[in-house]
């Protein structure tokens, strides 16, 4: 299995552009995670999903966040506009027989 | 609300040295996890920690789950400088879809 896959890697925007993280999950894991990694904030939970619908998005710091899952092997992370504090590593992970994998995160900068 | 207080922050050894890190928690977990991340990265999980008081190891990777389940420490034995990277404990609870509570991490460089 690839594993978790993030796209893409390393995204560089300037402030007020919309901005689309994208994630494909483990096959046949039922939940989908997304965490933001700062140095202030450490890893954080944002939003997560159990087949497909959203479950808790109390994490999600504004509404300028939103996340869908189309379908189970497919998730966005979309920030509209993005802010220079918005800048941070996303990480993308699924859950399945009771073990949670990381993708390899997106580095996202908002100059 | 939730938080694990992982401890020390960082830690400079000698290769072959060991090493112990800890966290608590003012919440009780179903389950305790210890990730490592490399640089670039996403975590990896070492371990995981089910019962209160268990006992698990992985190599030279020793974890136990406290009696409390507010409590783990991971022992790293004779390390080695691939160590190296960033240790992070976490908490998880089953009626929240396994979602996870991070520590903040404990980056450790090893000496050759």
């Known amino acids: 299995d690839a594993g978790v896959i993030q796209s893409p890697r390393h995204e560089v925007t300037e402030m007020g552009q919309e901005v689309t993280l994208r994630c494909k999950p483990i096959?046949?894991?039922?939940?989908l995670f997304w965490y933001r990694q700062t140095m202030m904030r450490g890893l954080e939970l944002l939003i997560y999903?159990?087949?497909?619908?959203?479950?808790?998005d109390s994490g999600m710091p504004e509404d300028r966040f939103s996340a869908k899952m189309p379908n189970a092997s497919f998730s966005t992370l979309k920030i509209q506009p993005s802010e220079p504090r918005d800048s941070a590593v996303y990480f993308c992970?699924?859950?399945?027989?009771?073990?949670?994998?990381f993708g390899p995160g997106t580095r996202l900068t908002v100059l | 609300g939730q938080q694990l207080n992982q401890s020390p922050q960082s830690m400079f050894i000698q290769e072959g040295e060991d090493v112990s890190m800890n966290c608590t928690s003012s919440s009780i977990f179903n389950t305790w996890l210890w990730y490592k991340q490399d640089p670039g990265e996403g975590p990896v999980l070492l371990i995981a920690?089910?019962?209160?008081?268990e006992l698990t190891s992985n190599g030279r990777l020793t974890a136990q789950f406290g009696i409390t389940r507010k409590d783990s420490f991971l022992n790293i034995s004779a390390s080695i400088p691939s160590d190296v990277g960033i240790y992070f404990c976490?908490?998880?609870?089953?009626?929240?879809?396994?979602?996870?509570?991070f520590g903040q991490g404990t980056e450790l460089s090893v000496k050759p």
């Open positions: 999903f159990n087949n497909n619908v959203p479950i808790d």
């Open positions: 976490a908490g998880q609870f089953y009626n929240q879809g396994g979602k996870l509570i």
């Open positions: 992970a699924s859950r399945g027989e009771g073990r949670t994998f």
């Open positions: 096959s046949g894991h039922d939940y």
């Open positions: 920690l089910y019962k209160a008081g």
